[in-house]
C-alpha cells in the first residue's frame, strides 16, 4: 500500500521558518515527481511548489519563500519555508505522480497517491 506522511508543521511567528518531510513507502518513488500543495480554511487546495523525480526540475507558485528538494534515495521530499507570513497558514499536503525523469505538474488532478497533510500556522 502506498503512503505518503507529512511532518514538521507546527505554530511559527511571522518571519519564521519551518521545514517539512514528506516519506514515501510502499514503492519506490525514483519514478515520480512531488508535488507540495496547501489549503486554507474556506479555500480550496492551491499548488506550491513540485520536483522532478531526477530533482533537475522544480516548479513553484507565483511569490512563495520556499524551496522543494528530495532525498537521494527519492522516497523523501522536503519544503524549506522562509519568511512565513500569516497568509501561509494551512494544512500542507505532499503529492506524488508517476512522471518522466524531469517533469513535475502545478495540477493537483495529475497526482496519484497524497498524504494526510500537517497544520501549518503563522502567527502575527
Known amino acids: 500500500q502506498v503512503q505518503l506522511v507529512e511532518s514538521g508543521g507546527g505554530l511559527v511567528q511571522a518571519g519564521g521558518s519551518l521545514s517539512l518531510s514528506c516519506a514515501a513507502s510502499?514503492?519506490?518513488?525514483?519514478?515520480?515527481?512531488m508535488g507540495w500543495f496547501r489549503q486554507a480554511p474556506g479555500k480550496e487546495r492551491e499548488f506550491v511548489a513540485a520536483?522532478?523525480?531526477?530533482?533537475?526540475s522544480t516548479y513553484y507558485a507565483d511569490s512563495v519563500r520556499f524551496t522543494v528538494s528530495r532525498g537521494y534515495a527519492g522516497n523523501t521530499a522536503y519544503l524549506q519555508m522562509n519568511s512565513l507570513k500569516p497568509d501561509d497558514t494551512a494544512v500542507y499536503y505532499c503529492?506524488?505522480?508517476?512522471?518522466?525523469?524531469?517533469?513535475?505538474?502545478?495540477?493537483?488532478?495529475?497526482?496519484?497517491?497524497w498524504g494526510q497533510g500537517t497544520q501549518v500556522t503563522v502567527s502575527s
Open positions: 503529492a506524488a505522480r508517476y512522471s518522466d525523469p524531469d517533469s513535475a505538474s502545478y495540477d493537483r488532478r495529475e497526482y496519484d497517491y
Open positions: 510502499g514503492r519506490t518513488f525514483r519514478s515520480y515527481a
Open positions: 520536483i522532478s523525480w531526477s530533482g533537475k
